[in-house]
């Protein structure tokens, strides 16, 4: 979706949220609020061997790439910036 149509969609749900009651104004809100949302900022990237602050012996950690972080923040429906 390019800029003018997700505007033009935020305009249109804004309609409907005015228009509407109970649960069906509740589902524009949230898909509004989504539409609105700030862009998910990344951390910068650095490699948790190089990193000094860590003083434990042994260290486990869950890791995922970063490509499939940023599917999974897409997915959702949120903008991401690296």
Same mark, same amino acid.
């Given at each position: 979706?390019?800029a003018e149509e997700k505007q033009a &969609?935020?305009?249109? &749900?804004?309609f409907l949220v005015a228009g509407s009651? %109970?649960?069906? *104004?509740?589902?524009?809100?949230? +898909? =509004?609020?989504? &539409?609105? +949302?700030? #862009?998910? *900022? =990344? #951390? #910068?990237?650095?490699?948790? &061997? ?5 003083? @434990? ?13 940023? +599917?999974?923040?897409? +997915?959702? %429906?949120?903008?991401? @910036?690296?």
């Amino acid at each position: 979706m390019n800029a003018e149509e997700k505007q033009a &969609l935020i305009q249109f &749900l804004k309609f409907l949220v005015a228009g509407s009651a %109970g649960q069906h *104004k509740q589902i524009y809100e949230i +898909a =509004l609020a989504a &539409l609105t +949302a700030q #862009p998910v *900022k =990344l #951390p #910068p990237r650095r490699s948790m &061997l190089t990193r000094e602050d860590i003083d @434990q012996d042994y260290v486990t950690c869950m890791a995922i790439s970063v490509e499939d972080a940023i +599917a999974a923040i897409r +997915a959702a %429906g949120y903008e991401v @910036q690296e």
